[in-house]
């Protein structure tokens, strides 16, 4: 009776007020799961460009399978957590050779793929078939915390499982497309962490077991957070004015991969060389890291011989995908480096 009291209210607000998204106009398995990837650790706004590039390059499965992983990267730079990426590929060959294609349609094969979790796969699993899993995203956490007035920290293993339990228990299994769609939204737009006043005007109200206790902005709780690692890094951009250096991360490390300047690391902070001019430091902040970086300009007529790296142009720098952290320091530099 409760269910079907928040079904018809929630059903109600999502259709009103729900945004119009590329990937919800489809059905296409291939197409959500590419959004579902990208939007993981991206916001919608950036997503849509991205996902838009993704699809008009490689509409199918079988065309990213076949691309090569350089390239993914590169059509993917700026997003961040580059194993996404990876993953992204590796799953889209996945899917060829396991002669999935289109794409697999039961939870267990969706599920296997390198990059899919539970949220994930019943996203794709609800969307694409409209089958009845649940997909629980930060906001559905957020709403179900609030809606059941439960207090045990969602991110660790006995609070996800308490979790399932109760939006299995919720889950419409006769709309499950629907409810997934419905109920991410709303904690996106509405019941988000930051209330307001719209715990006053809301459809769910008299469904809201934290609204009744006066509990709702106190939900959800998060497990302690794990300290942050400072690393220290020093790159060296050499240049020609026409040249300079690069190698590519092959340590099972941040920025596998990818490519980026002559760098060393170093266990402390240093003030470093101080004939060089150090052009900045900047400060780069990860999940559980805070890279403090600086990048130092020689201009020289040659370029030294440094292991592992590699004299490229200038002008071809377009073509290696490169670390986020590396870009945003081009963005400060390129001016000064290319006359
Ligand atoms: S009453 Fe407030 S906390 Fe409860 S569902 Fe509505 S917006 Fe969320």
Partial sequence: ???SLIYSRLYNWYE??????????TEDPYAIWLSEIILQQTRVVQGIDYYMRFINRWPTVEDLAAA???EVLREWQGL??????????KAAQMVVQNGWTPFPSRFEDIRALPGVGDYTAGAIASFAYNQPFPAMDGNVYRVVARLMDLDEPFDTSAGKKLFRQQIEQLLDRDHPRLFNSAIMEFGALYCTPVLGDNCTSCPLQACCKAYTNGTAELLPVRKPKPKIKDRWFTYHIYTTGTETLIHKREAKDIWFHLYEFPCDEHDIPTIGNRKSKIDFPYTHVLSHQRLHARFITHKVKELPHIEGTMAIKWSDLDNYALSRLTLKALDKLMSGLRN
């Avoid at 009103?16 to 106009?25: G, K, T, V």
């Fill in 80 to 89: 961040g957590y580059y194993s996404r990426a990876r993953n992204l590929h």
């Fill in 16 to 25: 009103i007020n729900h945004r119009i998204l590329p990937w919800r106009e």
């Fill in 68 to 70: 090569d992983e350089a």
């Fill in 1 to 3: 009776m409760l269910n």
